[in-house]
């Protein structure tokens, strides 16, 4: 069983920063992918970004140059440090890894419960 817990959610102002937090628990083998996901208000929930397990990265083009996604693999942690922030960021941001967990050795693909994001104008 892996369980995510995500944290560092809250209001902001515009143009300022918040840096969210992923935290695993489990028998995590190794986690190959990890993706930050976000949904707005009446919105389809929208892939972030994501870093694999050889740290390659991909941002959505709305949050290139102001989102960073990292991970700690001793900490079973990600991260995602978010500056410059606009009104329209605000969403429930949710963590989502895929790995392998155990004995037995099983895959895993776990979600988060989310964290709120608010920023206002």
């Known amino acids: 069983q892996v369980q995510l817990v995500e944290s560092g959610g809250g209001l902001v102002q515009a143009g300022g920063s918040l840096r969210l937090s992923c935290a695993a628990s489990?028998?995590?083998?190794?986690?190959?992918?990890l993706a930050w996901y976000r949904q707005a208000p009446g919105k389809q929930r929208e892939l972030v970004a994501t870093?694999?397990?050889?740290?390659?990265?991909s941002y959505a083009d709305s949050v290139k140059g102001r989102l960073t996604i990292s991970r700690d693999n001793a900490k079973k942690a990600a991260y995602l440090q978010m500056n410059r922030l606009t009104p329209e960021d605000t969403a429930v941001y949710y963590c989502?890894?895929?790995?392998?967990?155990?004995?037995?050795?099983?895959?895993?693909?776990?979600w988060g419960q989310g964290t709120q994001v608010t920023v206002s104008s």
């Open positions: 870093i694999t397990s050889g740290l390659n990265t």
């Open positions: 989502n890894m895929k790995g392998l967990h155990g004995p037995p050795m099983r895959g895993f693909d776990a």
């Open positions: 489990g028998s995590i083998v190794s986690f190959n992918f």
